[in-house]
């Protein structure tokens, strides 16, 4: 790990900003999370005891969980009961000075604890309010029970990816992650607009939405009827060669064209026969695609005979875009992560991790990374800012408030 090459004093743009979080799972935390990058200060009301429950999903991170540590660093913990009063009146004091309230909790549950924008925009007029569901307010959805998988299934994810015998969802939480970040960017207007207005606003975010609008190029391809696109396994539906391709050592390149000059050039300088450029069955994209079968067994062949180190600077030579298939191992190892110097340390209550920097670097900043919380490991600290003395807060430990 390496330590910061960048001032990590100089100003972050949310430097200042309070976010309040009623969080859980992933979509609002990794929301969260991208906020207290930024330097906003940001915290995470977690329940007495167990917290997020997404601290338990695992234990491979030092006995943490590894969605956790991914979507939580950076913030402080405050252990509320919110069936309790005295946890009501510690959340009222935390909002008279909070810019944004974050909450993905269940439908209806915040409008039931008096949280939704409605009822705090009287009293809090620049509070933003940013409400996660699975399917957003209103319409037959609403109430409907919404983790990420079912998103992927039913915003047509599943129906695009996999192979022709098996659907196949992603290897991550991409409904998930796209609700997060249409949630981080949709505060940051909100920001921007109660810098003009002087009012805060309300977000809904929903995860099918977020995800439908990632779906974009397979439902215009498929637009008025016509036939969506197949399901291709790792390669690309519709656009050909593009995908993985053995070679001789028993490995796999990852390779992709693009256009007809980048065609010419793999048939000539790549599989070293020019004349097959233009082979009626292969000399538009088209083409290329309705007889992969045919085109794959050429490639293969061309391959077969070279390790995978051979083929790639090949095509590296050639200025075909190409990659290798890492593991998990190779991306913690990948090289250009490593010369890039995108890694830091961050503490946790299983010690110090390693951290990646978010993408889209500032010149003028470096992201706050600071540490992953224990539940409830900022709660007494909170307490006693919000005007709470040493009797006060225990007596709400006492109530189970807290």
């Known amino acids: 790990m390496t330590t910061p090459t960048q001032n990590t004093r100089a100003p972050r743009p949310l430097d200042g900003i309070t976010v309040i979080s009623l969080e859980h799972a992933i979509a609002a935390p990794f929301c969260t999370r991208q906020l207290a990058d930024m330097g906003a200060r940001v915290i995470k009301i977690e329940r007495p005891g167990g917290g997020d429950f997404a601290r338990h999903y695992d234990e491979r991170v030092n006995g943490l969980s590894s969605h956790f540590v991914w979507t939580n660093r950076s913030k402080e913990s405050l252990t509320l009961n919110l069936k309790e009063a005295g946890a009501i009146d510690v959340m009222a004091r935390l909002l ?103 009012e805060g606003s309300r977000l809904d975010v929903s995860m099918l939405e977020s995800s439908v609008e990632w779906m974009g190029y397979p439902m215009y391809y498929a637009y008025d009827g016509a036939p969506p696109p197949v399901r291709a396994g790792a390669s690309h ?67 077969k005979a070279f390790d995978a180190d051979d083929v790639a600077q090949t095509l590296e030579t050639a200025g075909i875009a190409n990659a290798r298939v890492n593991d998990m191992a190779g991306v913690w190892d990948h090289t250009q992560l490593k010369a890039r110097d995108r890694w830091r340390t961050v503490d946790s209550p299983a010690g110090a991790l390693p951290a990646l920097l978010p993408p889209a670097t500032n010149n003028r900043f470096e992201a706050q990374m600071t540490a992953v919380p224990g539940v409830g490991q900022h709660s007494d600290r909170i307490l006693a800012e919000l005007g709470f003395d040493d009797a006060a807060i225990a007596a709400l430990h006492q109530a189970g408030a807290v």
């Open 96 to 198: 008279e000075t909070a810019d944004v309230l974050v909450q993905n909790l269940a439908p209806g549950a915040a409008a039931r604890l008096g949280l939704d924008f409605d009822q705090l925009h009287e009293r809090f007029p620049r509070l933003i309010v940013c409400d996660i569901s699975g399917y957003g307010e209103g319409g037959p959805y609403q109430d409907k029970k919404a983790y990420d998988l079912l998103i992927q299934s039913e915003s047509g994810f599943l129906s695009v990816t996999g192979t022709p015998d098996e659907p196949s969802k992603a290897g991550c939480s991409i409904a998930d992650i796209a609700a997060g970040m249409y949630a981080y960017s949709g505060i940051l207007n909100a920001l921007l607009l109660r810098h003009r207005t002087g």
């Open 237 to 303: 539906a519709t656009i050909y060669p593009y995908g993985p391709f053995p070679v001789g050592d028993g490995s796999v390149v990852m390779l992709g064209l693009q256009n007809e000059r980048e065609w010419r050039i793999f048939c000539d300088r790549v599989l070293a026969n020019a004349a097959l450029a233009d082979d009626p069955r292969f000399n538009t994209n088209s083409k290329r695609n309705e007889n992969r079968a045919a085109l794959r067994a050429l490639i293969v062949e061309a391959f």
